[in-house]
Each structure stands twice: as structure tokens, then as C-alpha cells.
């Protein structure tokens, strides 16, 4: 089977992005990396990119009179790539209704809470604030509804009672760094399905074998 086509947004430093690169290395992946795209010249991601021969784009969002406009250029950029998914890894621009709709159950987003928890950003103070006990990353489809599409998979760690932003940022971003590449095997695997009631299901994963627990 083809290797799928996967297209990766992003606005800084790339450590997620990085982490698909180095799993899409591995011959036997069932991805590739036709583009990364990046809002902002400086991301730090880009560098990553290049180290791994993969394209990359700059598209910069003041360059655009409003968020459609920006938005269709990126998705020029994708369509040009042959991009089948499109994997937003710390892209920081909201999109239009336009871009959903137009990438529809074919963008994934990683997220660093256990979602439908702690949406939006300083998402680590809101779990420090809550004084949950347990926290973790959510890749989820993309839809209108920020941070709120269906959950595709979740991986859970601990909060400790002496955790700092940093601490916590630290051990949910290793854990995103194992999901990620994950999540996209499967779509690579063609094994990803949206069911009628809104659902994922991977096939051939039992539904607790989806979550990774790291005490
Ligand atoms: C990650 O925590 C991700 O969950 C969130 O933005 C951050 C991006 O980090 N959406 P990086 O650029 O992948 O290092």
C-alpha cells in the first residue's frame, strides 16, 4: 500500500513535528511528510524539516486580508503536495469555517490535556489550577469547534502536588511525542474510521488499548 501523504502546520518550535519526522524515517512507516507549513518564517520547526529533505512552505498570515484567504493558500500549498491528512502540531492560527469543511475528518490536532478538559492555551495552569490528579495529550479531528472535534486517541499521566508549568508541560509533551506518531501509523494503516455517532474507532484496537498510561 502507498505510504500515506501526510502534511504537517505549524508556528514554532516543532518538537511534535520532529517526532513524526524521526517515526515517517522508519522504511516500514505507513506515512511520509510531503510538506510542513509554517505561518511564521521563524518557527523553529522548519529547520527540523529541512534536516529531514522534507519541503517546507512559508505561508505568512498578515501577508492575507482575512483567515478564508489565508487559510486556501495553505490548502493550495497541501493539495499541490498531494496531502491526504494534515496534521496541525502547535499551529496557532484558528481557521475559517472554510478549511474544516474543506479538509473534512482529514486533519488531526494534538492538544496537551485530556480533553474535553482544559480547552484553549495555559493549558497546564488550568490542570495545575483544577488540581486534577491525572492529565495528558488528546489528538482529536479538527472541526469548527475549537479543541472540541472527536477524540481519536488520548495518553494519560500523572500530576504530581509539586508540579510546575514546566514540569507538567515536560512529561505531557513526552507523552504527546509517543502519541503522535502513533495516531498517524494508524491513519497510515488505513485503519482510522469515523462511525455514525460521531466516533472514532481504530480498527483492531479493543477501546482501552488506545490509551497509554504512564504513572
Ligand atoms: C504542544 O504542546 C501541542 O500539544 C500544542 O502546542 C505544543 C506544540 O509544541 N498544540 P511543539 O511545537 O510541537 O514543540
Redesign the pocket.
Known amino acids: 500500500m502507498a505510504k500515506l501523504k501526510a502534511g504537517v502546520l ?1 508556528s ?6 520532529l517526532a513524526l519526522l524521526e517515526a515517517c524515517a522508519a522504511t516500514d512507516f505507513p506515512a511520509e511528510i510531503a510538506l510542513v507549513v509554517s505561518n511564521r518564517a521563524e518557527a523553529g ?1 522548519l529547520a527540523h524539516a529541512a534536516r529531514f529533505g522534507v519541503p517546507t512552505k512559508v505561508v505568512p498570515h498578515r501577508d492575507f486580508a482575512d483567515r478564508e484567504s489565508f487559510d486556501r493558500a495553505v490548502s493550495t500549498a497541501l493539495e499541490a503536495a498531494g496531502v491526504e491528512l494534515v496534521c ?3 499551529f496557532m492560527r484558528i481557521f475559517s469555517p472554510w478549511f474544516p469543511a474543506r479538509w473534512a475528518n482529514r486533519i488531526i ?4 490535556s485530556l480533553l474535553p478538559s482544559f480547552k484553549g492555551l495555559h493549558v497546564q495552569q488550568q490542570a495545575i489550577d483544577a488540581g486534577v490528579r491525572v492529565s495528558g ?1 488528546t489528538v482529536h479531528l479538527v472541526t469548527n469547534d475549537l479543541d472540541g472535534g472527536p477524540i481519536v486517541a488520548q495518553a494519560a499521566v500523572p500530576v504530581h502536588p509539586s508540579d510546575s508549568v514546566a514540569t507538567l ?1 515536560a512529561r ?2 513526552e507523552a ?1 511525542h509517543a502519541l503522535y506518531p502513533l495516531v498517524l501509523r494508524w491513519f497510515g494503516e488505513r485503519r482510522v474510521r469515523i462511525a455514525q455517532t460521531n466516533r472514532v474507532i481504530i480498527d483492531g484496537i479493543a477501546p482501552d488499548g488506545a490509551l497509554l498510561w504512564r504513572p
Open positions: 505549524i514554532g518550535r516543532g518538537s511534535n513535528l520547526g496541525l502540531a502547535g490536532n494534538i492538544h496537551p495529550a508541560t505531557i509533551l504527546e
